[in-house]
Antibody
Framework: EVQLVESGGGLVQPGGSLRLSCAAS????????MDWVRQAPGKGLEWIGR??????????DYAASVKGRFIVSRDNSENSFYLQMNSLEAEDTAVYYC???????????????WGKGTTVTVSS | QSVLTQPPSASGTPGQRVIISCSGS????????VNWYQQLPGTAPRLLIY???QRPSGVPDRFSGSKSGTSASLAISGLQSEDEAAYYC???????????FGGGTQLTVL
């Protein structure tokens, strides 16, 4: 069964750091793009960043709102995907979802498997 | 202010057909494909439509997607109470080099 399980959320003070993890199983991890998406309380979905697959050298992309503060990374030997969050602000309070991306025959990508999410609260 | 524009709400009665729109620009919908996600209350999003009009296995054929120019639409026919959820469109933006989402449409089944 294809599965993604996030962990590492919690309460952190403004200016602090937190590292989220996403454990993947049931598929060839290195073949897939992996994404982080967040959802602030009562708000919509916001894409944060992506790690591309082995064929694309695991290159990363980021949303402008987090570039320079957040870092996505992956450990293909552990089938794990990470989000390092630094200089956290109250506005970063959200549920953070890990998602797998697949592609169609023309290499257009879509997030086809999602984890249940982990909650991050930034507050003093 | 989302890059893709969706109406914040939509509604219909059981059995009706509802259409949710998603408007973008040339750098996203105009040159990339559109995906739709459904988020039931208290749950993670799930893929509903990919590549403009393709349904993943397990998604009922009551759900359909289309794209024209810089706009896309999600149609739900034979509306059911369990369709009450938030719906999000998404696309890749070539200028931003980022995935962009619509603000989401909350569908109410009356």
């Amino acid at each position: 069964e294809v599965q993604l399980v996030e962990s590492g959320g919690g309460l952190v003070q403004p200016g602090g750091s937190l590292r989220l993890s996403c454990a993947a199983s049931g598929f060839t991890f290195s073949d897939h793009y992996m994404d982080w998406v967040r959802q602030a309380p009562g708000k919509g979905l916001e894409w944060i960043g992506r790690s591309r697959n082995k064929a694309n050298s695991y290159n990363t992309d980021y949303a402008a709102s987090v570039k320079g503060r957040f870092i996505v990374s992956r450990d293909n030997s552990e089938n794990s995907f990470y989000l390092q969050m630094n200089s956290l602000e109250a506005e970063d309070t959200a549920v953070y979802y890990c998602a797998r991306s697949a592609h169609d025959s023309s290499y257009y990508y879509f997030m086809d498997v999602w984890g249940k999410g982990t909650t991050v609260t930034v507050s003093s | 202010q989302s890059v893709l524009t969706q109406p914040p709400s939509a509604s219909g009665t059981p059995g009706q057909r509802v259409i949710i729109s998603c408007s973008g620009s040339f750098s996203n919908i105009g040159s990339e494909t559109v995906n739709w996600y459904q988020q039931l209350p208290g749950t993670a999003p799930r893929l509903l439509i990919y590549s403009n009009n393709q349904r993943p296995s397990g998604v009922p054929d009551r759900f359909s997607g289309s794209k024209s120019g810089t706009s896309a639409s999600l149609a739900i026919s034979g509306l059911q109470s369990e369709d009450e959820a938030a719906y999000y469109c998404a696309s890749w933006d070539d200028s931003l080099i980022a995935v962009v989402f619509g603000g989401g449409t909350q569908l109410t089944v009356l």
